[in-house]
């Protein structure tokens, strides 16, 4: 095999972004939440259900493999998360920015746990959305979720088939309480991907070098 040739090959994976170390599903935690949402006595804010923070097993968002991380049993211990106000209206939407295009396959929710204490204002059914937009039109159905004990366990649903997009809808549809309106309760969540697009960082650097390898290589033949 001629050295350009063996270059090719040996590049042509972490070109595609289909190296080993990029293929793997990774935990994500998504990098924003859209929009405002109000908190109860302005003491539990929203972003506090996308930090990480509280879960008893720690990772490191996009790096960290999933499987790995669920191995480790993770779970709430004294995290609170979101509380929203004593008013707050159902179905109730949470809009997420996962900061990249991802092939998504999974979504966690853990639940308030304070000391071993839990409390009915956690939410309980789900309808989730994946959308490369963030107005979510042309959104993908990733289907309706519930929770059926309300414990400080990973609440883990897997998708039917992965879904691709950067913007992810919470629609939450009730609580263990049942009351509505209500306080509606969510400690953390993240979801389990793999990138859909190479950096093109990445990509731009290996074809420049491969550009240059088939100059190289041209040249040479003809000397």
Known sequence: MKPFVKLLAAALPAVLGLSPTSAGVVVLS????LGD???????FPVEDMIDGDGLSVSFTSGVTDFATFMAGSPATQNSVGWFSPDDTAKPYSLDFDLGAIYDVSQLVVWLYNASGSTTTSSANSFEFSLSSQPDFINATDL???NIAANTAAANLFTLDENATGRYLRMEILGTFAGTD??????AEFAVGATSAIPEP??????LGALAFGLVATRRTQRT
């Open 181 to 186: 309106p209500g306080i509606i309760g969510i």
């Open 143 to 145: 289907g309706s979720f």
């Open 30 to 33: 998504p990098e924003a939440i």
């Open 37 to 43: 949402h109000a908190s109860y006595s302005n003491s």
């Open 201 to 206: 960082t990445t990509a731009g650097v290996w």
